[in-house]
């Protein structure tokens, strides 16, 4: 037996290791995963992704078990799937139930619990499936009790918080009742009925309540209980467990194969277990219309609740589940893939919530099956570079310059046989990580290019440094603001390649802080620079494509100008849902929290009394100065109540930049709500509240150029509301930018 067990063993990781080499990603979930474990957020995983019909991906990762002995995590893991129970075994005998003909959704549930609520209650099972039947989430377990019956009884007399269909709360009650619904029209325990209509015809013989000693061995422990019991093969679900192990909301354990086999059936329609039709039913939106949190019979479709879903794969029309063990899986018809993450996060000791993990495993797999934003430099990489076979390439890029699988794009042109003559790199150099002005030329080492400096001698490339080039070729990552300075470089290079007849290339990319928000100040034409070339506003909404386009058809340039439009990015997208990978487009902006705060805290960095966190590990997520009282400041901003943002004082010391080496104080900014956060308001809030508190310590003048309007200057510099000032010309861009737009 244990010689047949090592076979098996071999068997299921040569097919893991055949699996990994032929799906996409793997190396990024692969760093995904290992990273939560070294970080402690799991204790180990098994992760099994379905796609067109075959299982693609199969590893166990990390430890099944750390407490008592250490034990290596294997595939055949059985977990406890915690509210994965919902769906599994509850749900799937409803849905059995319905196919019978037994109930429909909106039917009352004293229809067959004749003494739920005392016999009168507006609750349907839809209310229950959905989770919106008022109920709070679960029943009281102080002072302990026992016994299946006992738990029935206390949810049927439970009285819900409010009204049905006006709240989700997720609710361990609504699916307690349902389990006993299942009783009475089965004729038997729940894990009885559900392992007669769904384990046992589908081949699941790992899964299944109250799991028998001679699995015991392969199953995750999970928490440690104030005795020194670790549960193992015991639900860890309290009240589940008081009521005998058998619930409708928990109890059920099982493996990645075995659920895997649970979700192709789902994605087949039913396959003999269910009709089709009845999948559809309950798998699409059935919660009360105009509500937030939208849930399917049972499934999760689109809640507080579904960061499993990731960033890619669709709302409304994607379907799974999550289990507070660690447990989770997500399912997309349109591409037919599944994913299926499960973890121990409880084991020895419970953890926070692995939403993130859960979101990053789910939006790597949603990208390699096609999802997300394709950039103009992905795009070219499918067609070959066709686009630029027999052409002389100057290419202006910097390390942002990579594929969706990080590969640089210098290097995916010279490996298609595309003849790259020279590279040009902007501010902060080819490899983005110069932070000073006169940033010399250089030479790939890789490909032995010269790489001419737009940030040295000249910020235009010259006769000289185009010489032998018939095309060039402009890609890197913008963030969309005003006095980012890639823009620059790209306008200048577009009027040389205009001036010289040389074909000009925008390969776009996403703008990080999405195409909608649109926001002064405008920078007035009088003060045109490296730090503002044209008259934009703070944050103008555009990519970098669309905003060549507006230059070239606004500034008559004339410019043989050629998008490499992408696909599959709209314009209300943030860039972490693009699906592309995160590179620094600077040294000081390191995230996209620092980019959306960027705007509003860098309009007044040329003061050099005053710091925006640069020398520290959170610019742009701090301001500070030798002046500045940060209790006081971080009370008065508050005060403001500036949407999106909250404020706390802080201290820090920069190592370089404004004021290095000084003990600050000032405040630390933390984004809540980046949808209804403002650069400008922030900005014009912080402005005024220096000016207010700290009179005469900040030269608005100096920040001319940063700031951009001035009649935003003119009402700082006589403690006015700057507000109104900032929107001028706004309405106006609008109109004009319209003409320029590529994508919806």
């Known amino acids: 037996m244990k010689l047949a067990r090592l076979f098996a063993a071999i068997l299921v990781l040569s097919a893991v290791s055949a699996n990994a080499q032929s799906f996409p990603g793997v190396s990024e979930l692969d760093s995904t995963i290992n ?75 004293t229809k067959y619990l004749p003494e739920f609520q005392g016999g009168r209650s507006p609750i349907t099972i839809r209310d229950l499936m959905t989770h919106y039947s008022g109920f709070r989430g679960d029943l009281d377990l102080d002072p302990v009790w026992s016994g299946y019956d006992t738990g029935i009884h206390r949810a049927l007399i439970d009285k819900p918080t409010g009204p049905p269909k006006t709240k989700f709360v997720y609710s361990d009650i609504n699916f307690i009742l349902l389990g006993e619904i299942i009783h009475r029209l089965s004729g038997l325990p729940e894990n009885e009925y559900v392992r007669k209509i769904l384990f046992t015809p589908l081949g699941m013989t790992d899964t299944g309540y109250l799991p028998n000693a001679g699995v015991r061995a392969r199953i995750a422990p999970t928490e440690q209980q104030k005795d020194g019991e670790i549960l193992r093969g015991v639900v860890h679900d309290p009240t589940a467990r008081f009521m005998g192990g058998v619930a409708g909301h928990a109890g059920v354990f099982s493996t990645a194969d075995d659920l895997a086999k649970f979700c192709q059936m789902i994605l087949d329609g039913g396959k003999g277990i269910f009709k089709p039709s009845t999948v559809q039913l309950f798998t699409t939106p059935a919660s009360p219309p105009g509500m937030a949190d939208v849930r399917g019979l049972g499934w999760d479709v689109d809640s507080r609740y579904s960061g499993n879903r990731g960033n890619l794969f669709p709302a409304g029309t994607t379907f799974g589940h999550t289990g507070f063990t660690g447990t989770s899986f997500w399912i997309d018809p349109a591409s037919k893939t599944y994913v299926i993450l499960l973890a121990n996060s409880v084991h020895p000791h419970a953890r926070t919530a692995i939403t993130p993990l859960r979101r990053a495993v789910a939006t790597i797999v949603a990208k390699s099956v096609g999802y997300g934003t394709r950039a103009g430099l992905d ?72 790489i001419w400096s737009l940030y040295g001698t000249t910020t235009r490339p010259t006769p000289e440094m185009l010489k032998g080039i018939d095309t060039l070729v402009f890609d890197m990552q913008d963030i969309g603001v005003r006095f980012y300075t890639y823009e620059s470089t790209m306008l200048y290079a577009m009027q040389e390649a205009a001036k010289a007849g040389i074909r000009f290339y925008v390969l776009d990319r996403p703008n990080p802080l999405t195409g909608n928000h649109v926001e002064g100040p405008m920078l007035d ?25 507006l230059e070239n058809g606004e500034l008559k340039l004339g410019a043989d100008l050629h998008i490499v439009e992408m696909t599959g990015w709209k314009r209300a997208q943030w860039f972490d849902a693009t699906g592309q990978p995160w590179v620094n487009p600077s040294p000081n902006i390191r995230n996209l929290n620092e980019a959306i705060l960027y705007p509003g805290l860098a309009l007044l960095e040329s003061s050099a009394n005053y710091s925006v966190g640069r020398g520290t590990d959170t610019p742009f997520e701090q301001i500070g100065a030798d002046w500045i009282n940060g209790p006081e400041l ?53 402005a005024g509240a220096l000016g207010k508190l700290y009179p005469g310590k900040i030269d608005w003048t100096v920040n001319r150029k940063l700031i951009g309007s001035s009649g935003v200057v003119k009402a700082l510099s006589a403690g006015q509301d700057a507000s109104q000032p900032a929107n001028t010309g706004v309405t106006e861009f609008l109109a004009i930018r319209s003409k320029y737009l590529i994508y919806q």
């Open 35 to 109: 990273q939560a474990i070294r970080e402690d957020k799991i204790p180990g995983a098994v992760l099994l992704i379905g796609h067109d019909g075959k299982v693609v991906y199969r590893k166990a990762y990390g430890e099944r078990s750390q407490a008592p002995t250490h034990e290596p995590m294997t595939v055949d893991t059985v977990f406890d799937i915690a509210s994965l129970t919902k769906i599994v075994a509850t749900t799937s005998a409803m849905m059995s139930l319905y196919d019978e003909g037994r109930f429909a959704p909106d039917d009352l549930v």
């Open 379 to 450: 795009v070219l990489v499918g067609d070959h570079f066709r686009e630029f076979q027999g052409k002389k390439v100057g290419l202006i890029t910097n390390q942002t310059g990579v594929d969706r699988e990080g590969r640089r794009n210098v290097d995916l042109m010279k490996q298609a046989g595309v003849e790259v003559v020279a590279l040009f790199s902007p501010e902060h150099g080819f490899a983005g990580v110069e932070d000073r002005p006169g940033i010399a030329n250089a030479t790939d080492p890789a490909t032995g290019l010269r």
């Open 525 to 549: 034409p009088d003060q045109l620079s490296f730090i503002g070339a044209f008259p934009l506003p703070l944050r103008h909404g555009l990519t970098i494509g669309e905003l060549a386009r």
């Open 634 to 686: 971080a009370k008065y901003l508050t005060s403001r109540g500036i949407p999106g943002i909250k404020f706390r004082p802080a201290e820090f010391t920069p190592t370089s930049s404004n004021l290095s080496g000084k003990r600050l104080q000032g405040v630390g900014l933390e984004l809540t709500d980046r949808e209804s956060f403002s650069a400008t308001r922030l900005g014009i809030e912080l």
